[in-house]
């Protein structure tokens, strides 16, 4: 327990809107005092906070560019400050857009992997240093990563990364009981995936999984939070296919 608030500690990166925010809301309802990390929107992530105080949770938005190291230090720093030392991580900070491998241009290039990648490292060495023992870091890689579709073949690098840090950082961790995993979402109704897609192939999406429908936030954010619970204990190193069946 931390000290400052008798309550274990969560960062949600990316947790203004989408499947962080839900996360958020899921981790605070189960009693972690959570921040909220967010690069640009300062209005979602106030609002986030102030719903979840509102709630009775303890929660603070913090501003930081996950793929920038000096970012991410001091996100953990003000965490530390003003909540407590760090319990659960969760890597939820991502950019997708779709383009062929031919058409993608150096800035798109530098830009997914910098925030996938970069981002999930930083926050990963920084919590290597100041995470207690015994805490929970849950990684986002994509169920895109099994489909091979055309137009993704930049953003799966980005996941396939990912998933390599996962297995690699689990054992690296041994000895201090922290288990480190990985959620793997198929088609999620977010703006991340609905963004630049036309109504026929949202539905093509929603039709794919045995479920029959695109999964929602609170969908992700139950298996997140399992992960990030002492019924997981367990579970280390493994990638959670989060996707109703698809692959």
């Known amino acids: 327990m931390n000290a400052l608030n ?24 189960d009693g972690f005092a959570v921040a909220i990390n967010y690069a640009s929107s300062s209005a979602e992530a106030d609002a986030r906070v102030t719903e979840l105080t509102a709630a009775g949770a303890k929660a603070i938005a913090v501003k930081a560019d996950v793929s920038n190291a000096d970012d991410v230090r001091r996100m953990f720093e003000v965490t530390e400050q003003q909540l407590g030392k760090v319990d659960v991580l ?5 950019a997708l857009k779709t383009v062929p491998l031919g058409d993608t241009s150096d800035a798109l290039y530098d830009q997914t992997f910098d925030i996938n990648v970069r981002g999930t490292f ?8 100041r995470m207690n023992d015994g805490g929970r870091i849950v990684n986002f890689s994509s169920t895109t990563l099994a489909l091979n579709m055309p ?19 689990a054992k690296e961790l041994r000895g201090r009981n922290i288990t480190v995993n990985a959620v ?20 093509n999406f929603a039709k794919m999984p045995p479920l029959q429908r695109l999964g929602q936030p609170d969908d ?19 990638i959670l296919r989060a996707n109703g069946g698809l692959a």
Not at 6 to 29: D, E, H, M, P
Not at 90 to 94: C, F, S, T
Not at 151 to 169: D, Q, R, S
Not at 220 to 227: E, G, K, P, R, T
């Open 6 to 29: 008798n309550a274990q500690v969560a960062i949600v990166t990316g947790a203004s809107r989408g499947i962080g925010a839900a996360v958020a809301q899921r981790l605070a309802k």
């Open 90 to 94: 969760v890597n939820n900070a991502g």
């Open 122 to 129: 930083n926050t990963l060495r920084e919590a290597a240093a």
């Open 151 to 169: 137009g993704y073949a930049i953003y799966n690098a980005t996941k396939a990364a990912v998933e390599a840090f996962t297995h690699v950082f």
């Open 184 to 203: 793997a979402p198929g088609p999620i109704a977010t703006s991340l995936f609905l963004d630049g897609k036309t109504e026929e192939q949202i539905q």
């Open 220 to 238: 992700i954010a139950s298996v997140v939070a399992f992960l990030a619970s002492a019924e997981a204990g367990w579970v280390n190193g493994q």
